[in-house]
């Protein structure tokens, strides 16, 4: 049996009514596409606040996300598991929730937390962990990603928000 599979059975194994609505519920308030919506409306809030580096990069490193992540799956083609909780379309791997968790939720606690005293930086990232782990937690669930596919999201989402910090750390230590 592999990991995968393993992983899936123990999963089957913990249902109940009122783990799926929360898990329904978490897919929904964090579907990628509306997070890329709302990265872009609150890069519009920094845009026309005169934080304009601030909207960029926010805007394009989300940006960036969505057309990876979405290659990536097209590259792939790997297929999703057979949920009986949710149905869900498109390929599996990388997970697209938990890529997209991993970057709009940590690039919001640092673009918002940035000299804010360490308590402050360190409860936001706690926080924002806390909500990665549950979006990755809620995928496997529901049955429509294998342990591998979030494994790759949590990868792939650390990859684009590390290159991003570093390049937006660069431009602003230049400016």
Known sequence: MTLDS???QFFESIQSSALTS?????????????LLILAIVISGFFYFNDKRPQAVFLFSVSAITALVNES????FKISRPVSTLIQETGFSF???????AVVFFTLITYIFTRGSSLRTRVFAYVVSSVIVLIVVFTRIYLQVHWLTDV?????????ILVIGILIHKKII???
């Not at 929360?22 to 509306?34: C, G, R």
């Not at 990536?72 to 590259?75: G, P, V, Y």
């Open 6 to 8: 393993a992983v899936f």
């Open 22 to 34: 929360f898990s329904k519920f978490v897919a929904i308030v964090t579907e990628p596409l509306l």
């Open 72 to 75: 990536l799956k097209q590259i």
């Open 94 to 100: 990388p997970s697209g929730h938990t890529t997209f």
């Open 151 to 159: 494994l790759g999201g949590l990868v792939l989402g650390g990859i």
């Open 173 to 175: 230590s230049s400016d």
